[in-house]
């Protein structure tokens, strides 16, 4: 069993930076792949970014390419997710994800536990 607390949520300004952090808890996280989700209003899941158990691999969706990197730290049991150039479009409840699979994947239902998650507001 993992259980998931996300931190690090806020109001920013447009083209300003926020990291968020998940941390886990139980002594299998360094097996699971991680990763990130999103949910705008109205809108459905959608994911951001994730990355294998090793930190080796990465992958993220192409909204966010180039402004939001993925890491992990094993030794704390916690991933980051450091949002950099932020758009009013990434306001969201973020979401962080644990994989027994491994290795990173976008798809929502290979990810079997999840946190409860942050709100990112990005103000125009």
């Known amino acids: 069993q993992v259980q998931l607390l996300e931190s690090g949520g806020g109001l920013v300004q447009t083209g300003g930076s926020l990291r968020l952090s998940c941390a886990a808890s139980g002594r299998t996280f360094s097996s699971y792949a991680m990763g990130w989700f999103r949910q705008a209003p109205g809108k459905e899941r959608e994911f951001v970014a994730a990355?294998?158990?090793?930190?080796?691999?990465?992958m993220s969706a192409d909204s966010v390419k180039g402004r939001f990197t993925i890491s992990r730290d094993n030794v704390k049991n916690t991933v980051y997710l450091q949002m950099n150039s932020l758009k009013p479009e990434d306001t969201a409840v973020y979401y962080c994800a644990a994989s027994k699979l491994a290795v990173p994947t976008a798809i929502s239902t290979r990810y079997d536990y999840w946190g409860q998650g942050t709100q990112v507001t990005v103000s125009s």
């Open positions: 990355i294998s158990w090793s930190g080796i691999s990465t």
